[in-house]
């Protein structure tokens, strides 16, 4: 297997390709709209909700808990979950900062353009 050689790229580029993984499942993104909508929720509850496994659904909210979009606590045998203040404001720049940065030009790959 090759390598990525990750620490080749700056850290906003690895951060925001790091978060872009993250989002790049539909079930997580139900799962975050989900606990949007119920302001915070236990895990039990995203399992009668979404048409999947408390296995699975466990595997999502912990990927979305370890790039920090969601935070939670254990509360007795159930884990509640939310959306991090900060690791949501940090994406949202990330991804406001990328998509904003780009400038239309005229032309880019049009017809008479020799870059394609």
Avoid at 11 to 17: D, G, K, P, Q, S
């Amino acid at each position: 297997m090759g390598t990525t050689k990750v620490e080749e790229f700056e850290l906003t580029e690895v951060r925001t390709a790091e978060l872009a993984k993250a989002l790049g499942h539909p079930a997580r993104i139900a799962i975050l709209n989900y606990i949007i909508s119920k302001n915070e929720c236990i895990c039990g509850d995203i399992v009668d909700e979404l048409p999947l496994a408390q296995a699975t659904i466990s595997q999502h909210l912990k990927e979305l808990k370890r790039v920090g979009l969601i935070k939670g606590r254990i509360l007795g045998v159930k884990s509640c979950y939310c959306i991090n203040e900060n690791g949501w404001k940090e994406a949202e720049s990330i991804f406001s900062s990328l998509f904003s940065s780009y400038q239309p030009i005229d032309e880019c790959c049009g017809p008479d353009s020799d870059c394609c």
